[in-house]
């Protein structure tokens, strides 16, 4: 089983819980950090990798990414790049927050699908659907995380309305599926009580980094990973044998 | 000696328009104000309004959006429910008449009136027909919004320094019965028209200055710094009902807002006229601003208005300064610092 994992500096902890496991589940990295890897990122007719700017192409080179086919890997997984978070961890919490604003239902429906179509992430899955890929190479998409419930812009969620933050989370799901997708939702473990925020034991040691993940919330997700590999696995490999 | 002798170039046809490109002309404006980067600006009126506001804003002016989208809408669909058009969510203000029933609205001068329109099961707000795609929802959903619009055009009259109105028609449609106006005959976007109560008025030059003079004193007595910046649509009428052929009605109907536009300006230190209509319309520019219906004007006529108007703001009051590009946030080094971390060998 071979897999590549695309994304952008959330990866970081994952990579690094990767690295602390010591057991190589044959997984492939390809990361820039910002939103400037999957603009600039296009899959050819014969689903190879493509890059449209040198950052990327110096990346994909790097990586041994370089015209490479899609096809060749069993797993595709794409972790961050704004789904969820869209601009910033700041812009979610904005966004759960304008929920309680006296808008129109239409006008917030519209808001929630466009919260996802502009990232680059959603985008990227509709490209790798457009590529037509071989049926047995697996597709997942995992959001961004929450910000940290410690970041000051994270306070005051008490204003929230519930059911149209639970409207939000079933788009997100529905939507990336439509495109072929499997959606990997955030782990339960990683929030806080308030459910739209990452519990604090998993803040990123950086003082004023309220966006990523330490190790441990990296090694939570990256079970999801693991056990998304696993799931689609030969049933020989899964078991293990 | 005569008053002609020492006037400046752009006094004379020969020197302001026969010996220049069209392109190349300009001094179309002396403006009154000195607009600060910093001070709170307001657009309101009919459509042409919105792009002095896009203009400002991609300008590094203070161009004010008191009614917020829902976070996460595209641009695209911002346009289409009509957020960040105007300063408020209020439509296009087409006559002055309109402009007081509002500022009276938000003053609370006068009630709001509780007409409402159902059709096909949405609901829809007479005074802004077209600013949710199919209506809203509920009867609640409409009234909610409309107070939520008031406040923000109270909002707008309260904290601007400067409040930009394109004037846009004299033809408005009334209810007879309570006195208010429609941006748009009942039936044509949406409502039920009905003979006995909506009446056609093709508002006169003296009704037209009156409304105006009275919107600016109400916004006065709220917002005593308020300054206007006036401007007339160069968009002709899309149809008429004075029974005249559509564009003699357009041209009366623009003479006279003019003529409304020119009597403020000149009257009033804090009032001033800017020359939009002219520059599209002036037959020195020969038709080139518009779209082939001759009717919408295309963007290099928009751009080239819009150029005017920065241009001589500063050929009077001197350059502004460069607007700087957003410089890297602390978030994207906490990025860059991750990445290096977790992959650096």
């Known amino acids: 089983m071979s897999s590549l994992l695309i994304g952008n500096s959330h990866v970081a902890a994952l990579k690094q819980a990767y ?13 820039i950090h910002g939103n400037r890897l999957l603009p600039n990122l296009k899959i050819d007719e014969t689903g190879a990798l493509q890059a449209t700017n040198e950052e990327v192409r110096r990346e994909l080179i790097a990586q041994d990414l370089d015209s490479v086919s899609l096809n060749t890997f069993d797993n595709i997984i794409i972790y961050g790049c ?31 699908l466009d919260f996802i179509h502009t990232t680059s992430h959603y985008k990227f899955l509709i490209k790798l659907q457009r590529a037509n890929l071989n049926e047995d190479v697996k597709i997942a998409s995992i959001p961004a995380p929450y910000p940290n419930e410690v970041a000051p812009f994270a306070q005051g969620l008490d204003r929230v309305n519930h059911s149209e933050v639970s409207k939000i989370m079933n788009i997100h799901k529905s939507e990336v599926e439509t495109v072929g997708s499997t959606f990997l939702d955030t782990p339960a473990a990683l929030l806080s009580k308030n459910g739209y ?40 490999m899964a078991a293990g044998t | 000696m005569n008053p ?80 960040n058009v105007f300063s408020a969510r ?10 007081k029933q509002w500022t009276e609205w938000a003053l609370e001068k006068a009630p709001v009136p509780e007409e409402i329109w159902v059709e096909n099961g949405r609901y829809f707000d007479p005074f802004r ?10 009867l609640k959903e409409v009234k909610t919004s409309q107070l939520e619009t008031i406040a923000a055009f109270r909002t707008s009259i309260k904290n601007a320094r400067y409040f930009v109105f394109t004037l846009g028609l004299t033809e408005s449609w009334v209810n007879s019965e309570f006195g208010y106006e429609y941006p748009m005959c009942p039936g044509t976007v949406a409502g039920k028209f009905d003979e006995t109560k909506h009446t056609f008025i093709n508002q006169q030059f003296s009704k037209i200055l009156e409304n105006l003079s009275s919107a ?7 917002n005593p710094g308020i300054k206007f910046i006036l401007t007339v649509s160069p968009v002709p009428l899309t149809a008429t009902k004075s029974g005249r052929h559509v564009a003699v009605a357009t041209m009366a109907s623009k003479s006279i807002l003019r003529a409304v536009a020119d009597q403020m300006a000149t009257n009033r230190a804090n009032v001033d006229y800017f020359p939009s209509y002219e520059i599209i319309n002036s037959p020195i520019f020969r038709g080139s601003f518009f779209e082939p219906n001759q009717r919408s004007v295309n963007p290099h006529g928009v751009n080239f208005v819009m150029s005017q108007f920065f241009s001589c703001l500063e050929t009077k009051f001197g350059k502004y300064a460069k607007v700087e590009s957003r410089k890297k946030t602390a978030a994207a080094d906490f990025c860059e610092e991750a990445l290096l971390e977790a992959f650096s060998k």
């Open chain 1, 19 to 31: 690295d602390a496991q010591k057991i190589d589940h044959n997984l492939h990295f390809l990361t």
């Open chain 1, 82 to 112: 704004r789904l969820r978070v869209i601009a910033s961890s700041r812009k979610w919490i904005s966004k759960i927050k304008s929920t309680a604003k006296p808008f129109s239902a239409q006008a917030l429906h519209q808001s929630h």
């Open chain 1, 197 to 236: 925020t990452t519990h604090k034991k998993f803040k990123h040691k950086g003082e004023d980094d309220f966006s990523h993940l330490n190790v441990k919330g990296g090694a939570l997700v990256l079970e999801e990973v693991l056990n998304f590999i696993r799931n689609n696995a030969p049933p020989q």
């Open chain 2, 4 to 83: 002609y002798e020492n006037l400046p170039p752009k006094a004379f046809w020969k020197t302001a328009v026969a010996n220049k490109s069209m392109f190349d002309m300009s001094d179309f404006w002396d403006p009154k104000f000195h607009i600060g980067r910093n001070e709170n600006v307001v657009t309101f009126g009919s459509c042409f309004a919105q792009h002095i506001g896009n203009a400002l804003k991609n300008n590094g002016f203070n161009w004010i959006s008191n009614e917020s989208p829902p976070c996460g809408l595209s641009e695209e669909n911002c346009k289409k429910f009509n957020y």
């Open chain 2, 90 to 99: 209020t439509g296009n203000i087409y006559t002055t008449s309109l402009l």
């Open chain 2, 129 to 138: 027909p077209n600013i949710e795609p199919n209506g809203f929802e509920s």
């Open chain 2, 216 to 222: 600016v004193k109400l916004m006065k007595e709220v």
